[in-house]
């Protein structure tokens, strides 16, 4: 167990349809990363944040949004859902360290199917 | 082109037997390196990370290398044992854009028979 949870395990909804997803990181992490892992692929970074600031965007299509909360929390907003979108999306959390060999630490991920 | 390559891209070894899996990456400037293992629907696990200025690391049953002028890194498995199946994927940590951004290969899956 990462100490990194993530709700719903599972979801199912329909093309042009509106999901979010939501991360709870490890206590006293201050960074929490999106990735989306399509089936057979490789894990795509999507955004991170930091202390409730967006720090760094990878592959997030426009109809992606994230924020991440005061409590740290994060929510992972998929809109206009597509077909494509289906895949498992993991968050992960990682804290402050020496140089930035930070370790980050997955969630067991969501895994979404879009019909 | 994919600006970290790992090979092969999937690998059946017997239990007991050794391992190597490569990762090449063309990101610059380089952070770090990780090696993370990733069970079939389940988050990667990390097992190591290393610096530029690392040669070597181990966990366990698994050593990494990492040659950062030749930009080639490799993970040794030693006496493989059945839990070793998994995916490894090699993650190149890049400072761009004024970013820091993670890079992921698209990993090696390995399956270990009895």
């Known amino acids: 167990d990462s100490g990194v949870t993530q709700t719903p395990k599972h979801l199912i909804t329909a093309t042009g349809q509106r999901v979010t997803l939501r991360c709870s990181p490890r206590?006293?992490?201050?960074?929490v990363y999106w990735y989306q892992q399509s089936l057979d692929q490789g894990l795509q970074f999507l955004i991170q944040?930091?202390?409730?600031?967006?720090?760094a965007k990878g592959n997030i299509l426009e109809r992606f949004s994230a924020q991440q909360f005061p409590d740290l929390h994060s929510e992972l907003n998929l809109s206009s859902l597509e077909l494509g979108d289906s895949a498992l999306y993991f968050c992960?959390?990682?804290?402050?360290?020496?140089?930035?060999?930070?370790?980050?630490?997955f969630g067991p991920g969501t895994r979404l199917l879009v019909l | 082109k994919n600006q970290v390559e790992q090979s092969p891209q999937s690998l059946i070894i017997l239990e007991g037997k050794n391992c190597t899996l490569q990762?090449?990456?063309?990101?610059?400037?380089?952070?770090?390196l990780r090696w993370y293992k990733q069970d079939t629907g389940r988050g990667p696990v990390s097992l190591t990370i290393?610096?530029?200025?690392?040669n070597t690391k181990s966990n366990g049953r698994y050593t990494a290398t990492l040659d950062a002028d030749t930009k080639q890194s490799s993970l040794h498995i030693t006496a493989s044992q059945l839990s070793d199946s998994a995916s490894y994927i090699c993650?190149?940590?890049?400072?761009?854009?004024?970013?820091?951004?993670?890079?992921f290969g698209a990993g090696t899956r390995l399956a270990v028979h009895p």
């Open positions: 992960a959390s990682s804290g402050i360290s020496r140089g930035r060999t930070e370790t980050q630490y």
């Open positions: 206590s006293g992490d201050l960074s």
């Open positions: 944040y930091y202390n409730g600031e967006e720090r």
């Open positions: 990762c090449n990456y063309t990101v610059s400037p380089f952070s770090n």
């Open positions: 290393m610096t530029f200025s690392e």
């Open positions: 993650v190149v940590r890049a400072f761009s854009g004024g970013y820091n951004k993670l890079i």
